[in-house]
């Protein structure tokens, strides 16, 4: 090799040149990218300093939810029908656990029936926003409770915590009435939105219940309360580091409801029904006041603050007895022959003498026959009612029209929806001529005479349900008044008022008639005579029966017998005492079967007495001294 | 006196003079990032010198001396050194192929028994070492075009292709950039680079498509839009956002960042150190930082402008580009400008075998300034 110094130093200074401009540039680069770096940190820290700030306080600050205890539900004289009571629970929250699966292998270890459940635990778990507990079983025993707290510090992400749940302590009696409260599901939180509103934080809370029927829901924002919050510092794990009591609230609980019920009279009616299937409506005839108003057959409201098991929830959907719909208002029957006082005071209205007599052959005719009970003879309106004789109401209605009829059925609080606070009102129908208009057969809008005979006596086209009933009788017994049924008697302390009554318009003699002819019915011969008898001294009470019939009366015999849904309805309403009418009550049995009052009369009498005995005034009048002078007494 | 008596024949290979000649203000730059590293980590663990803090400053202790023991290694040793190294990383980088040990989903680990190595990190320094040795036997014209380029093409292709299969994204792209940033600083023609970026422009979203892992797309994706999925993918750019931009001008004070005090920045004392420094000193501290970072590369460059051998200039601006590297990738990647590939922060980010690597690149680059005025021959042995 040769080399020539001067090449030598000129591809050394070539190679030294060509390093300084190119790591000049590097290095150019590299300062470059540090000043892109720096811009960077001024945007972040100086324009968007506020933004993220926030963003690290709503990261640090976590409000967690705490549900308000939910507002009691009492009876009219403070015994509790819906209250909350302690509970002990595991939880599990999701941001914590690391490994869900492994953390509920552990814990079925120790309550091992949560493994049945897993599925639907994962699921809610899953479903949950961060941080927020899932019960994975509720109503601990002590001893779990104990088992599970011993390992809980073990177990990261699991909580065994003491709640309130709701609580109905006579389990299915006011089932329908107070209703029950559940977990919110999509359908509450449409509802709340399609009111334009967006659903509260609480709704995604796993403890909070929202009421589903009755009051339970009508109320719901009264018994809810307002949920505290208890602003918490938390690191990444959720971990609590520490409490800022200044950005915390503390839950306000819901008020408490007071309804007109009476406990001892709701718990009757349900004994009274056992097996049977219908509803009992109670009130009290001159404020209205719905003491008792049970349906039959009920179910446990306590299931639904949990979840329904759904092979509970099936046996209560497929029983033909129903025991989910609310007979009471949910349920329009034929009223039968417990209209009949609406016919003849609609006659009265027309101009009907109640004197004039009309004789019972066992039959009435217009264009086909139309059958009654028995042979009554000459019947005037009192003993009609007391016979429950159908040709005297047939020929009544023929006469009158259905117009006429409709009118007074309206007036005694047919075919209305009460806003008593219990929804899935059935309003049933009150059939006139601009019904059929509005409703023609087969396309013929005109009402035929031959269809009034059934309306006189409460069968065709005509439905009430039992509340609707229950009003009719208080009107009949209070005779004044357009008497209006209510429930809710204070929330939170505060009282509802009073609406004073409007006047019912009609004569006082002609509601006589029809209250002799209910006086009549309990007394011998009646026909619900057997059956209605108070057993309380002198005390009686009026009524009237009912038989709804239900399918076309063929060769099975008159809906007495036969399978259950064939049967006959038989219904019974009633007031008393007579001589001062406080109550009224009306029964429906469905497919009671039995003509006139042996299936539902005595469930009248018996709710009767409950709140006869219960009413200090009337006790009093029953332990007085007999009247000397009483000709009941005088052998 | 001084002048002369260096200039004295055998005057600068005595200990004393050596000494003096080490860049003591980049030692103290240095020093200073390593000291701000042990605050931080005593801060994120709220307080407390276990479990990082102490550690960090012990081991940082005693790598300055290590680096300062380097600085005195003769520039014709590192030489010597230069291929035996890379041929061992080369070796070791294979040999955790086939039995390397997975943690984490990658195999990146040899198990020497005693301890655990990441080859990749020795490949860091071979590569820088192999190239400048290289390009100091290559002729100007050779180093600009020729067809003997593709020598350090593979050297640098070899382990990058390796260290990317493992997978290490984040190593493989360091090793890559370092190699081509030595290859240009040697003087590679420009109309190579220009097509090589334009190579890279029409070849990075095939790479995306083809040959990246899903979890590595996953990063890319969210960098474009962190929003998408702030508690996935990203979860750690969204929140070292907020630490930073939540410090503001002067931060939120030392020990009171939330954002890492509460865990919600994840690797908050490796890879997102810095963040918790922006969130508890502000944009005063992180720019400070920044600068600190800025001035050590300055001097690491000019330090390798002013040596007289070849070899020397291209391993410090080598080692120099590593470490820049390790600075920009990570800034980027907490800021939100890069995607997350696992880059800490140099002598910030608490970790070992990282901060030993950047300080004996450090080391070589004050022995290439103690050793300055050495000449070295163009090809031949130097001992």
């Not at chain 1, 933004?51 to 308000?68: G, K, P």
């Not at chain 1, 057993?535 to 009237?544: E, F, I, P, Y």
């Not at chain 2, 590293?37 to 081991?59: F, Q």
């Amino acid at each position: 090799m040769s080399d020539r110094p001067t090449i030598y130093f000129n591809e050394v200074n070539e190679r030294q040149g060509s390093f300084l401009r190119r790591t000049f540039l590097l290095g150019g680069a590299a300062l470059a990218g540090l000043g892109v770096l720096g811009a960077r940190l001024a945007h972040l820290q100086l324009i968007d300093q506020r933004r993220y700030a926030s963003a690290a306080v709503a990261n640090r600050f976590n409000d967690r939810i705490q549900v308000a205890p939910r507002g009691r539900i009492t009876d009219r004289s403070g015994v509790m029908i819906a209250g909350n009571r302690p509970s002990f629970s595991v939880s599990v929250v999701r941001d914590v656990t690391q490994d869900l699966d492994a953390t509920l292998d552990l814990i079925a270890r120790l309550l091992p029936d949560t493994a049945e459940r897993r599925r639907r635990i994962i699921r809610e778990v899953n479903a949950a926003p961060r941080f927020v507990p899932v019960p994975v079983k509720t109503d601990l025993s002590w001893e779990e409770f104990a088992r599970v707290s011993l390992f809980v510090n073990e177990l990261p992400g699991v909580l065994a915590t003491m709640d309130e749940v709701r609580f109905y302590p006579f389990g299915g009696s006011f089932a329908h009435v107070v209703g029950y409260v559940a977990k919110v599901n999509e359908r509450d939180v449409e509802t709340v939105r399609e009111e334009g509103e967006e659903p509260p934080a609480v709704f995604y809370h796993p403890g909070f219940r929202i009421g589903r029927i009755g009051i339970e829901r009508s109320l719901d924002r009264d018994l809810r309360g307002t949920p505290g919050y208890q602003r918490v510092e938390v690191d990444a794990e959720g971990r609590v580091r520490g409490e800022d009591s200044d950005g915390s609230r503390t839950a306000t609980p819901g008020e408490e409801v007071v309804l007109t019920l009476d406990a001892d009279a709701q718990n009757r009616a349900l004994e009274v029904f056992g097996e049977d299937s219908g509803a009992a409506v109670a009130m009290d005839c001159r404020t209205g006041d719905i003491l008792c108003m049970a349906s039959a057959p009920a179910f446990d409201p306590n299931l639904f603050v949990s979840g329904v098991p759904s092979a509970v929830y099936a046996a209560w959907r497929d029983y033909e007895r129903n025991p989910l719909l609310d007979k009471a208002v949910g349920g329009a029957y034929a009223p039968g022959s417990t209209f009949k006082p609406v016919t003849g005071m609609a006659a009265m209205q027309q101009g009907a003498d109640p004197n004039r007599v009309i004789v019972c052959n066992g039959a009435f005719y217009l264009g086909r026959r139309f059958g009654c009970t028995g042979r009554h003879g000459p019947q005037d309106m009192k003993n009609a009612i007391k016979n429950s004789c159908n040709v005297y109401f047939y020929t009544l209605a023929t006469e009158i029209g259905p117009d006429a009829i409709a009118a007074v059925a309206r007036r005694m609080g047919f075919g209305h929806e009460y806003d008593i606070g219990v929804g899935s009102q059935n309003v049933g129908l009150v059939p006139d001529r601009e019904w059929r208009r509005r409703n023609p057969v087969r396309g013929d809008p005109n009402w035929y005479p031959g269809e009034s005979p059934s309306y006189g006596i409460g069968q065709g086209a005509v439905a009430v349900n039992a509340l609707q009933l229950a009003v009719y009788v208080s009107r009949i017994a209070n005779a004044r008044k357009v008497v209006m049924p209510r429930l809710v008697k204070s929330v939170g302390g505060v009282e509802r008022p009073l609406q004073p009554f409007e006047d019912l318009g009609y004569d006082f003699e002609k509601m006589r008639i029809l209250q002799e002819g209910m006086e009549m019915v309990t007394d011998a011969g009646g026909t619900g005579f057997r059956n209605s008898q108070l057993g309380l001294g002198t005390m009686r009470l009026a009524g009237k029966t009912g038989t709804a019939q239900v399918i076309n009366y063929g060769a099975r015999g008159r809906g007495r017998g036969g399978d259950w849904a064939s049967r006959d309805h038989n219904l019974f309403i009633a007031y008393g005492p007579i001589d001062d009418p406080r109550y009224a009550v009306s029964i429906i049995v469905q497919h009671g079967g039995s003509f006139g009052g042996t299936v539902a009369a005595p469930k009248a009498r018996e709710i009767m007495r409950t709140l006869i005995l219960k009413d200090p005034e009337l006790l009093a009048r029953i332990n007085a001294p007999v009247q000397p002078e009483a000709p009941e007494t005088s052998q | 006196m001084t002048a002369s008596a260096i200039s004295r024949p055998g005057e600068r290979d005595r200990l004393p003079v050596k000494i003096s000649q080490i860049d003591w203000r980049l030692a103290g730059l240095i020093a200073l990032i390593g000291g701000a590293g042990a605050m931080m980590l005593y801060s994120v663990a709220g307080e407390s010198w276990a479990p990082w803090a102490a550690n960090h400053l012990i081991r940082f202790s005693a790598v300055f001396l290590v680096m300062l023991g380097l600085a005195l290694v003769d520039v014709r040793w590192w030489y010597a050194a230069a291929y035996p190294l890379y041929a061992v990383g080369l070796l070791l980088l294979i040999a955790v192929e086939l039995v390397g040990e997975t943690r984490m989903g990658a195999t990146r680990w040899l198990d020497l028994g005693f301890t655990s190595l990441q080859p990749s990190e020795i490949m860091k320094l071979g590569i820088v070492l192999a190239l400048a040795r290289w390009y100091h036997g290559a002729s100007a014209q050779e180093a600009k075009w020729h067809w003997k380029l593709i020598i350090p093409a593979l050297m640098i292709a070899i382990p990058v292709v390796l260290v990317a299969h493992q997978p290490d994204l984040g190593t493989s792209l360091l090793i890559l950039f370092t190699g081509v940033a030595i290859m240009f600083a040697a003087g590679l023609s420009w109309r190579i680079v220009l097509t090589g970026v334009a190579g890279i422009l029409v070849i990075a979203p095939m790479m995306y498509f083809f040959v990246l892992h899903d979890y590595q797309r996953a990063r890319v994706d969210v960098l474009i839009n962190p929003e998408a999925d702030p508690s996935g993918a990203g979860y750690h750019i969204a929140q070292a956002k907020i630490a930073i931009g939540s410090g503001g001008l002067l931060g939120r004070g030392y020990g009171l960042g939330s954002q890492s005090q509460l865990n919600f920045l994840p690797e908050k004392q490796t890879d997102f150190i810095f963040p918790t420094l922006a969130e508890e000193f502000g944009f005063l501290g992180a720019f400070l930082l920044l600068a600190i970072y800025g001035g050590v590369i300055a001097i690491s460059l000019r330090i390798a402008s002013l040596s007289h051998n070849h070899f020397g200039r291209l391993a410090a601006a080598g080692a120099t580009a590593t470490f820049a590297l390790y600075v920009l990738i990570n800034g980027a990647m907490v800021m939100g400008l890069a995607p997350v590939v696992g880059v800490p922060m140099p002598l910030l980010s608490y970790g070992g075998t990282v901060m030993l690597t950047v300080m004996i690149g450090f080391g070589l680059i004050q022995s290439v300034r103690v050793h300055r005025y050495l000449e070295l021959p163009k090809s031949r042995g130097v001992i």
